[in-house]
């Protein structure tokens, strides 16, 4: 088992930053991929950025790249979401994820594990 605490959302202007946090316990953190994704009022839950487990591979959405920066300390056992220029359409409930195995996995399925979820604002 692997628990996750998501920290840092909050209301924000747009074109504004947030970091977002997400805090691992448990099992070996360096063990397991980590994934963001964000569920808006109404839609499905969508992929927005992924770090394999040294850190090493990152990838993004294309509606974030550019913008979102993923990374993580195995040290600490945290992952972390850097989000410049924040748009309105950014706003949705945003979980941190973990998963097994060595292949980026964009689909929500493929991660076992998933905190409560942080929510981020952006206003216009």
């Known amino acids: 088992q692997v628990q996750l605490v998501e920290s840092g959302g909050g209301l924000v202007q747009a074109g504004g930053s947030l970091r977002l946090s997400c805090a691992a316990s448990g099992r070996t953190f360096s063990n397991y991929g980590m994934g963001w994704f964000r569920q808006a009022p109404g839609q499905e839950r969508e992929f927005v950025a992924d770090?394999?487990?040294?850190?090493?591979?990152?990838y993004y959405a294309g509606s974030v790249k550019g913008r979102f920066t993923i990374s993580r300390d195995n040290a600490k056992n945290t992952v972390h979401l850097q989000m410049n220029s924040l748009k309105p359409e950014d706003t949705a409930v945003y979980y941190c994820?973990?998963?097994?195995?060595?292949?980026?996995?964009?689909?929500?399925?493929?991660?076992?594990?998933w905190g409560q979820g942080t929510q981020v604002t952006v206003s216009s």
């Open positions: 994820a973990a998963r097994t195995g060595t292949i980026l996995i964009t689909r929500a399925g493929g991660y076992a594990y």
């Open positions: 770090i394999s487990r040294t850190g090493g591979s990152t």
